[in-house]
């Protein structure tokens, strides 16, 4: 097995959580689906699901995701959140152009495009469940200091830690190191803020 499905089953192993869901853990496949290569060989295939915006974090949460998450066979979910004021044309030519910088850069990989309006948490969640996803990848910004010094935080870090505590995949916060140091800080349901130098 690859390099990136070692680490997600280390993220997804720890002891206390157990899921009943078919997707992770509860029905023995472990999010993963085999299917037959195209010599012959058995891969695992799984559905990895990065939420996209305009935003920087969101977008290197979304080739960390091609790089770290997804295998050869494996399926790319972009998913776009349309508020009800956006233009619909923007918002999916965003996540379709997503979809080809993902497709030039890791062209063995199945991307899909979604742009869907409606509440973000609801929308992630139902999304999560009707596509069985295994992995879903959100990206995290740095929290503004003066929100740190009240602690207080922004919504986007409420979503971000709701959507980790309540989805059955496994999903993972991403925010990319800032300040000339290199790396990724990753948040999991067992980590918070682990370093991934990568």
Known sequence: MERSDSFLRQLSSKEGWKSASKRWGGG?????????????????KKRVMVVVDQSSHSKHAMMWALT???????????LHIVSSSSHS??????????????????????????AIQGPK??????????????????????????????????????????????LECLTIGVKKQSN???????STRWHKNFWLLA
């Open 28 to 44: 023995g496949g472990g999010g993963w689906k085999q299917v037959e290569g195209m010599y012959g060989e058995m891969m695992m």
């Open 68 to 78: 770290h998450v997804t295998n050869k066979a494996d399926i790319l979910t972009l």
């Open 89 to 114: 044309a923007s918002s999916s030519h965003l996540a379709s152009s997503l979809a080809a910088l993902c497709n030039a850069c890791k062209p063995q990989v199945e991307v899909e495009a979604l």
């Open 121 to 166: 948490m609801e929308t992630v969640m139902s999304q999560v469940k009707k596509l069985e996803v295994s992995v879903l990848v959100l990206g995290q910004k740095h929290p503004s200091p003066f929100l740190n010094c009240l602690f207080v935080r922004s919504s986007a870090d409420e979503f971000v830690e709701k959507c980790i505590n309540n």
């Open 180 to 186: 000339g140091v290199s790396g990724y800080l990753i």
